[in-house]
């Protein structure tokens, strides 16, 4: 088995997505990669099907709540190549934030984002089943934001 | 009426099995759609135990934090606790003793045995084999959680390792004790395997049911004897060698259907792989040395994140922390491979009689406290 002790080349990567997609990487340090969330659907799907990368897992998904904006993060491995790499999206929009769904590549996307508008209130796109996970639907507010205080 | 099509007009029915049911193992409801015997559609509804396990975080302090863990999967507290710490010491770069770390991975792979014997024993339950094997299970997990209490006072939330290494070094009778339990280990598993693995009834409820491909399980992002049954030799115990598993040999074992009996096969083996790494941990184990690094009570990580993850009994549990240099994680979230898991369900169920649900429910073996959180 490979193993995956070294860090996934963001320099590489990045420059593949420049090429491939033109203005899509917004931020690269060796730990990840923040891409534009109008182009996130485009760059999963050049990290998934260029045969060199093949992410083929998704391994987690989650979002940060910075006050200012939302950072949606998520894990995508190769388990052929052994590589795993960091991939965000940075939101905006703290009224109504919705950014691509990656169901349509990684089926197990599906429950993920759903945690994430659970917990985080963030809308994926084009999800097929855009409900709450955990909490019951007349929950007002989404406790992982960091204005919802604990009592 | 007149015709007989309208009078013999069949709809689809919808039963709700749970969320107290004995084959959900915990809270934990499927809304399911049939067509006589046969699943249409199934939606599983869960959030029964949700407790905010991630806001909770962001109020503890990094030490404080580790309690919460135990009480994820319940079943599995030592590998909750390690991957808690081990991405703490990763954020703050803690290096922790050697004896720690062989001391750790003995309870880890103690724990990857207990918690298998509860896969398997519940596996057999749902499948009508009621109540025996998993007694016979429940026997030897004891002997396992006696050695847990030896060590840290506790038989289900350990609490017991520390950001940089133990709470407790080990009691003298402890060694003698498992050394005991791992050289009759290999012989209770053969046991176990020779009474079930050639049984009829299990071989006709357990073979190509519940058939999850390689594509499917790698696209649904399972992980741990799920993927390893449909065929994916990936463990991160290997991939990503964490604290000293590189200084043991062991071996992956995978499936090659990936039904229901890959999925039993691999958890019967991985524990005779762990008892192995148990015994090679005991030969290696520092006689003498420190148990806890120095770490401050008031940990400020510095400002970064990390990811930090082990190979849990049930599949890759790992967790992503954001530190502000605050006594508190900014950010917590838990890679729960029993939630991730869980997404497999609808695609393993659909098409299937709704007898096999809950055999194929049971291979999947979550555990709620993780799924909801």
């Known amino acids: 088995m490979p193993r995956m002790t070294n860090p996934a080349p963001t320099q590489e990567i990045a420059d593949r997505l420049e090429r491939e997609i033109p203005g899509s990487v917004a931020e690269r ?74 169901t349509g ?23 097929p089943n855009m409900k709450r996970v955990f909490l019951w639907d007349g929950f007002t507010g989404h406790p992982l934001r960091k204005d919802f205080a604990l009592k | 009426m007149t015709s007989y099509e309208a009078m013999y007009q069949t709809e689809p029915f919808l039963l709700n099995a749970g969320p107290h049911h004995p084959s959900t193992h915990g809270v934990f409801r499927m809304r399911l759609t049939l067509d006589g015997e046969v699943i249409q559609d199934v939606e599983p509804i869960f959030g029964y135990l949700h407790r905010g396990v991630e806001k909770l975080a962001e109020t503890l302090n990094y030490t404080q ?28 770069g803690i290096k922790v003793p050697e004896r720690a770390e062989y001391i750790r991975v003995i309870m880890a792979e103690l724990m ?59 009691p003298e009778e402890f060694i003698p004790a498992l050394q005991k339990l791992v050289d009759t280990m290999p012989r209770i598993i053969d046991e176990y395997d020779e009474l079930l693995a050639e049984n009829e009834i299990l071989l006709a409820r357990a073979r190509n049911v519940g058939i999850l491909t390689r594509e499917s399980a790698i696209n649904n992002s399972v992980a741990g004897p799920v993927l390893r049954g449909s065929g994916v030799k990936w463990d991160i115990r290997k991939a990503d060698p964490y604290s000293v598993y590189d200084r043991f040999t062991f071996d992956v074992p995978i499936g090659s259907v990936g039904d229901v009996y890959d999925r039993y096969r691999v958890r019967i083996q991985e524990m005779r792989e762990s008892t192995g790494i148990i015994q090679q941990a005991i030969k290696a184990l520092p006689a003498q040395g420190e148990i806890q690094a120095a770490v ?62 809950s055999v194929i429910f049971g291979s999947i073996d979550i555990c709620m406290g993780e799924v909801d959180r």
């Open chain 1, 29 to 102: 340090t060796d730990q990840h990669i923040a891409v534009k969330p109008e182009a996130l659907l485009a760059v999963a799907s050049v990290l998934k099907n260029t045969p060199e990368l093949d992410f083929d897992y998704l391994n987690w998904a989650t979002a940060v709540d910075y006050s200012s904006h939302f950072m949606i993060v998520y894990n995508v491995v190769s388990l052929k190549n052994n590589l795993s790499l960091i991939l965000k999206a940075r939101c905006d929009n703290r009224q109504d934030p919705v950014v691509p769904s990656l």
């Open chain 2, 112 to 170: 990857r045995i207990a918690s298998h014997l509860m896969a398997v024993g519940f596996l057999l339950n749902d499948m009508g084999a009621f109540m025996t094997p998993v007694l016979y299970m429940f026997r030897e997990r004891e002997k396992i959680v006696d050695l847990f209490e030896m060590v840290c006072g506790q038989r289900l939330t350990y609490n017991y390792m520390r950001i940089g290494g133990l709470s407790h070094d080990l």
């Open chain 2, 296 to 357: 401050s009570k008031n940990l400020r990580p510095p400002v970064g994140e990390v990811y930090g993850h082990v190979e849990g009994p049930k599949g890759e549990l790992g967790f992503y922390l954001v530190s502000d240099n605050s006594l508190h994680p900014y950010r917590l979230h838990v890679r729960a491979p029993s939630f991730i898991n869980l997404g497999a369900l609808r695609e393993l169920l659909i098409g299937v009689k709704i007898a096999d649900a």
């Open chain 2, 65 to 92: 934090a580790i309690v919460l863990t135990d009480r994820m999967d319940y079943l599995a507290s030592m590998s909750n606790n390690q991957a808690y710490v081990l991405s703490v010491e990763k954020l703050a």
């Open chain 1, 105 to 127: 590549l990684w089926k197990g996307a599906n429950l993920q984002e759903r945690e994430i508008f659970d917990l985080m209130g963030i809308r994926f796109e084009n999800h």
